[in-house]
């Protein structure tokens, strides 16, 4: 079954982002240029410290700093918790991504969809 919805959205036992049917795996995420000045915006909207956002992605500390450098990006785990804080944000997606971007989670049951 293709999701026809451009909206992206999380699903199955591992976790994949379908965008407009297309399925991209958490790693393959594409991040807008100025992704450490967009990190650095969702934590200020978030009124956490350094190390208070990073305890709550559950990271440490030090890779949160790496994601501040330009180049190193978030993957996997740490990437889901990001976006799961983002969506907890009011326009966290919009400003983690930038413009036009709602994250929306979607747990879907295989046995249901099947």
Known sequence: M???????RFD?????????????PVESAVFPEDFP??????KEASGLTWSAFARV?????KQLRRWLKKG?????GPLMALLRFAA????????L??????LTFCWVDEEEEG
């Open 12 to 24: 199955g036992p591992t976790v994949r982002i379908n965008v407009g049917g297309r399925l991209l």
């Open 72 to 76: 190193v990006e978030p993957s996997g």
């Open 88 to 95: 907890l944000i009011h326009n966290g997606g919009e400003i």
């Open 97 to 102: 991504l930038g413009k036009g971007y709602r």
């Open 57 to 61: 992605i559950g990271v440490d500390l």
């Open 37 to 42: 000045r967009r990190l650095r915006r969702l």
């Open 2 to 8: 293709t999701n026809r919805n451009p909206e992206p």
